[in-house]
Structure formats: C-alpha cells, structure tokens
C-alpha cells in the first residue's frame, strides 16, 4: 500500500509564503509523474501543479508565477513552494502519484493551508 503523507501547512497572512513537502512510499517514484492538488470548502480537488519524471513543470493559470513544484528522487519527495499567497489559496493540499494524468493512489490526509487577507 503505497502511502503519501503531506506536511508544512499553516496559517499565513496574503502575501506571505509556505512550502509543502510530501513524501511517497512508491519504490518506483522516479518513474512517475507527481502532482499536487487543493481542495477548497464546497469545491471540488483540483491539480495546481505537476512535474513529470523528466522534470518538466506545469502550473493551473491561478498559480502561474507564484508557485514551484520540485522533486528530489532520492528522497521520494516532492515539494511546492507557494508564494505571495492569496486568500483563495486556501485549501486543503494533497500529493499524489500520477498515471496518464490522474491520480493512482488513495489520497493522504492532506496539509491545511489558510490564507488570511
């Protein structure tokens, strides 16, 4: 059971910065793709940011220019430095391995990440 645990949310001010970090027990994680995903209340989980094995990035419009996803193979982990965050940054972020695009793996419990304005 490949298990995906992220961590580093919190409370920030608008503007300020947070990086998340997630770590995957998936032996072949330089293999995959990897993707980061918000939830926000009363919305529906959406894929902000991917970087694929070769690492190439790829950002949704809303977080072009403010967030970067990273990977460090070595340590199966994957990061997202978020900066001058905004109020509707706030969401409920989670890692996952990705497949052809979507997700393959049961979600983790995610990391709360709150923006205040």
């Known amino acids: 059971q490949v298990q995906l645990v992220e961590s580093g949310g919190g409370l920030v001010q608008a503007g300020g910065s947070l990086t998340l970090s997630c770590v995957v027990s998936e032996r072949l994680f330089s293999s995959y793709d990897m993707g980061w995903y918000r939830q926000a209340p009363r919305k529906t989980r959406e894929l902000v940011a991917q970087?694929?094995?070769?690492?190439?990035?790829n950002y949704v419009d809303s977080v072009k220019g403010r967030f970067t996803i990273s990977r460090d193979n070595a340590k199966n982990s994957v990061t997202l430095q978020m900066n001058s965050l905004k109020s509707e940054d706030t969401a409920v972020y989670y890692c996952?391995?990705?497949?052809?695009?979507?997700?393959?793996?049961?979600w983790g419990q995610g990391t709360q990440v709150t923006v205040s304005s």
């Open positions: 970087i694929t094995r070769d690492f190439t990035s």
């Open positions: 996952n391995v990705l497949a052809h695009g979507s997700p393959l793996y049961r």
